[in-house]
């Protein structure tokens, strides 16, 4: 069964802080995503990767970076937190040798900013 | 570029009548388009996926068929149940030439009530 795994699955970041959230995939999945989801809303792409040591800018990069040492991990790094920040955040991973490829999510991550 | 369209941001119906989803999508390249479902504090997960033209797929009693002379890709089911509430994500592979990248409509909140 393909996993991704996403840590911490909460935190509550103080305002202007650093925060990294972490996500390791055992599919052997050369691309990942990261997603922000706000209550009632659908997915919106941050950053993505599709090589270990390159990362990609989604559709709403401002605030975040990224990062992607390995094919296994990805990170999502908000250098200094707001609390327009607070959401869900998904990371996922595909394969992005066929068209035909499921994309496989980790459980989320619930950020809270105060 | 590639997008993928779905018009409804929320759908509420009575258990028993049957649900109607919209999805449109744009591509120059590929056709293969998703359906993810996710239920309340869960994870997106993949319902049901295709790429041939006029060709109804099926699964968990949804069904779709892609349509490429309207570019639609609509969900479909006959009877709607209480736990058929849920927030459904079209999708699309944008083809080799963009990695097969896969792009997320807004998503469709589904809210069955007895």
């Known amino acids: 069964e393909a996993a991704v795994t996403q840590s911490p699955r909460s935190k509550v970041a103080v305002t202007g802080g650093k925060v990294t959230l972490s996500c390791h995939q055992t599919?052997?999945?050369?691309?990942m995503y990261w997603y922000r989801q706000d209550t009632g809303h659908g997915l919106r792409l941050i950053h993505y990767?599709?090589?270990?040591?390159?990362?990609e800018k989604g559709d709403i990069p401002d605030g975040y970076k990224a990062s992607r040492p390995s094919q296994e991990n990805f990170s999502l790094i908000l250098e200094l937190a707001s609390l327009s920040q607070t959401a869900v955040y998904f990371c996922?991973?595909?394969?992005?040798?066929?068209?035909?490829?499921?994309?496989?999510f980790g459980k989320g991550t619930r950020l809270t900013v105060v | 570029g590639d997008s993928v369209t779905q018009t409804e941001g929320l759908v509420t119906l009575t258990e028993g009548l049957p649900v109607m989803l919209n999805c449109t999508y744009q591509?120059?390249?590929?056709?293969?388009l998703f359906w993810y479902v996710q239920h309340l504090n869960e994870a997106p997960k993949l319902l049901l996926k295709?790429?041939?033209?006029?060709k109804r797929t099926e699964h968990q009693g949804f069904h779709a068929t892609l349509h490429k002379s309207s570019s639609s890709f609509h969900l479909q089911k006959s009877s709607a149940q209480l736990s058929d509430s849920a927030l459904y994500y079209c999708?699309?592979?944008?083809?080799?030439?963009?990695?097969?990248?896969?792009?997320f409509g807004d998503g469709t909140q589904l809210v069955v009530k007895p």
């Open positions: 996922a991973s595909s394969d992005p040798t066929t068209e035909n490829t499921e994309v496989f």
């Open positions: 599919n052997n999945h050369d691309y």
């Open positions: 990767s599709y090589v270990a040591d390159s990362t």
């Open positions: 591509t120059a390249y590929s056709t293969f």
């Open positions: 295709s790429s041939t033209d006029n």
């Open positions: 999708a699309l592979s944008a083809g080799r030439n963009n990695n097969n990248r896969i792009f």
